[in-house]
């Protein structure tokens, strides 16, 4: 049989029979990688040998009776994880040989459930753009398309899913990156609620590893299946043990609904600061027929949704805050100049970005503040509705486009062009008030490109947009379902 594209579910089920060992399954995904990913170039730290001894280890537990909810399951890890022994380096030349001594805490869950960790995935430089590339590892190229890209930063991650190096990643997503990611691959992938999975040891280098509390950025699952999802989320959730002093896990409420005719759904395809291509519009029309098919009460307006342009700018503000907060003094100074001469009028997303790059921490309060609204109106909607369906960005996988200043980039939809940042407001819809998304495939373009949409959940309710995904992925098929 081939393993390779086998779930993490079957693969469980066919370890616990004996019908495979894992020592196998990892020969396997280890002959694929050698076979394949230098056309793809997803794994950029590859880490084979403790991989062998790990999976006899495993084998060895299997035979004493021992069972781990990923126990001889090979996996991959975003290279921004800190692994022990293994570089570090967030795609940033300088800190090509920084290694950390500890696992981040993750990568420590992933190796008590039983995981066989096949090595790290590439990732942008410092983890900011929404293509992998940099001048350490190379460029990741989409399976589908190499002449595309794979999306970013958690897209070494998809492309090895896509290519079947492993059954599950861990990534990352402050942007999109688990998100974005997922739909250029026609993979899955889950962005939690803010807060649910521990993020220490997802560490810029050459900083400590604490316990910190992002603001917009979470760590979270990457599969080729909807249950994987869940099985993988399990395995995440929790606080930092460092923070209670123990292991504590998370026990999240269950779904809303176990079928579709349950579920009350509203479907979005339309945003004020930019156009939805045809391809993407097309898998959000599909998720939207099937659900209709299945019983559930779909809606394309509510009045309840809060504004989605104020919440692009809410969200670019927040996102750039961050960004220019090591910047050199003078280059700081020369940004200030610019956003002193924008014109009070102007709400564009550019002068988003520059305002959110030396937003004063009174400002920060502020637009904090109007966050805090959003939320508040996100709870009134999820009295309504129990999912959102929308776009994660307007187009397919696009051509390769490495050109250093990013400002100067341009996304290309249907022949009308943005600027290359505008294309994150779909995936911000979800980050800046801090809900769970679960990515979903849902077809192909014309081209033949994986197209996939984002399903919004109320916050802390994970289980019901990764449960509605599973119910879709039974009606609509989900990875390679339209070949």
Not at 178 to 202: E, N, Q
Not at 403 to 413: A, C
Request: hydrophobic share 40%; charged share 20%; net charge negative.
């Amino acid at each position: 049989m081939e393993w390779n594209f086998q779930s993490a579910g079957e693969l469980a089920v066919a370890l616990r029979a004996g019908e495979v060992s894992s020592v196998e399954l990892t020969e396997a995904a280890i002959a694929g990688i050698e076979r394949d990913d230098p056309v793809v170039n997803s794994i950029c730290v590859p880490d084979f040998d403790r991989a062998r001894k790990t999976a006899r280890d495993a084998d060895r537990a299997r035979a004493r009776g021992e069972d781990r909810p990923l126990l001889g399951i090979p996996v991959t890890v975003k290279e921004s994880y800190n692994m022990a022994g293994l570089p570090t380096t967030w795609g940033m030349p300088p800190f090509r040989d920084f290694v950390p001594a500890e696992d981040a805490v993750q990568v420590s869950r992933l190796k008590t459930a039983g995981a066989v960790v096949l090595g790290k995935t590439n990732v942008p430089l410092g983890l900011q753009d929404i293509q992998s590339f940099n001048e350490i590892y190379g460029t990741t190229n989409n399976p589908c398309d190499p002449g595309r890209t794979s999306g970013g930063s958690s897209g070494g991650s998809a492309a090895a899913l896509a290519s079947g190096f492993g059954a599950l990643s861990i990534g990352s997503d402050l942007a999109g990156s688990l998100r974005t990611p997922a739909h250029f691959c026609g993979v899955y992938a889950h962005k939690p609620t803010l807060g649910l999975a521990a993020t220490r040891g997802m560490t810029p280098p050459p900083g400590p590893a604490l316990p910190t509390e992002p603001d917009l950025a979470v760590v979270g699952p990457m599969a080729r299946t909807a249950r994987d999802l869940a099985l993988l989320l399990d395995v995440m959730t929790g606080p930092d043990p460092m923070t209670l002093g123990v292991a504590h896990r998370v026990t999240l409420p269950p779904p809303r609904h176990e079928n579709l005719g349950g579920f009350r759904v509203l479907v979005l395809d339309e945003h004020p600061f930019l156009a939805t291509g045809a391809a993407v519009r097309a898998g959000i029309n599909r998720v939207a027929d099937a659900l209709v098919a299945g019983g559930a009460r779909v809606e394309r307006h509510s009045p309840l949704l809060p504004d989605l342009a104020d919440a692009a700018v809410l969200y670019t503000q927040l996102l750039f805050s961050g960004s220019a907060a090591r910047f050199p003094v003078d280059a700081y100074e020369q940004l200030r100049i610019r956003a002193d001469g924008l014109s009070t009028d102007d709400q564009s997303l550019d002068a988003a970005r520059l305002r959110g790059m030396v937003l004063s921490h009174r400002d920060w309060i502020e637009v904090n503040n109007r966050r805090e609204l959003h939320r508040q109106g996100w709870r009134q909607l999820f009295g309504e509705f129990d999912v959102v369906v929308c776009p994660i960005t307007p187009t397919p996988a696009f051509p390769h486009d490495h050109n250093p200043d990013l400002l100067e980039r341009r996304i290309d939809v249907d022949g009308v062009e943005y600027a290359y940042f505008d294309q994150l407001v779909w995936a911000g819809l979800a980050t800046m008030p801090g809900l769970p998304a679960t990515a979903i495939p849902a077809g192909r373009s014309a081209e033949g490109l994986p197209v996939g949409v984002q399903l919004i959940g109320p916050m802390f309710e994970d289980r019901t947009p990764l449960t509605l995904a599973e119910l879709l992925e039974q009606r609509i098929g989900g990875f390679w379902a339209s070949e």
